[in-house]
């Protein structure tokens, strides 16, 4: 495997995180380091308290990263002004635990408010056409026009991967995205991850205790205490 540093979407070194300030502070991430190509499928896994998803909210750029070093997509994020954080994001489909689909919208608009916040030059009409397409991908062709409360927690957590790979991200970051599943769905949400991953040359991150997922992965890597280790 080539060590070219520019292959690499996520790369990220000796990172360090505290919540709190002062004598109350408390170190979650002790120097970790991981790396993700493009069209590889990585599965971090670790007990509950470890640091995943706190790891993946700084790589996720959805918080500021205090030490080390975290390159995702060629940004520097300890180091970039606030601005290129949108920037950052606009390039990562992150997957929450919990879908946070908002209620009165319906699938169609959970995912088209995505083209709406980072392609503005999409007009209504492109991005309802856009977000058809990707729900009728993950098989909700027929919901399109149905509100959270009329979907099952599968159809949910579907739609909330169709809102995070609408923008064609260049980066996947999933945290315990079959959590709420039952083993079915849960393969079926994986499989379409990991399709997106081979046929898109995008990479993924998902954080899992589910070993029903383990068999999709390139690696497994383990964190425990706040440090990554190979599997
Ligand atoms: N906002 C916060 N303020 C203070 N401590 C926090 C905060 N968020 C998380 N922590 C602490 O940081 C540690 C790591 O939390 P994190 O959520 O990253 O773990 P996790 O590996 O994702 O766990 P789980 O598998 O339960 O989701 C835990 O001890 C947690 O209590
Ligand atoms: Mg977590």
Do not use: W
Not at 121 to 145: C, N, P, T
Not at 195 to 217: E, P, S, W
């Amino acid at each position: 495997m080539t060590d070219d540093r520019s292959s690499y979407l996520i790369h990220a070194r000796d990172v360090r995180y505290r919540y709190g300030e002062g004598d109350i502070s408390q170190y979650v991430l002790k120097g970790a380091d991981l790396s993700v190509r493009s069209g590889e499928f990585v599965i971090l896994a670790g007990p509950s308290g470890s640091g995943k998803s706190t790891f993946l909210s700084l790589i996720g750029a959805l918080r500021k990263g205090q030490e080390g070093y975290i390159e995702v997509a060629s940004h520097d994020l300890l180091n970039c002004h606030e601005h290129e954080m949108r920037d950052i994001r606009r390039k990562i489909g992150f997957v929450f635990q919990q879908h946070n689909l908002l209620n009165f919208l319906t699938a169609s608009q959970n995912v088209e408010m995505v083209l709406e916040m980072f392609n503005g030059r999409f007009d209504e009409q492109h991005r309802k056409e856009k977000a058809r397409e990707v729900l009728e991908k993950v098989g909700l062709g027929k919901q399109v026009d149905y509100y959270p409360r009329q979907l099952s927690v599968g159809q949910k957590q579907r739609v909330a991967i169709a809102r995070s790979l609408v923008h064609q991200p260049k980066i996947i970051l999933a945290d315990e995205p079959t959590a709420s599943l039952d083993g079915k769905t849960g393969v079926q949400v994986v499989e379409m991850l990991h399709h997106m991953v081979k046929t898109q040359g995008c990479g993924a991150l998902v954080v899992t205790h589910d070993n029903r997922i383990f068999d999709y992965a390139d690696r497994i890597l383990h964190i425990e205490d706040g440090v990554i280790m190979a599997g």
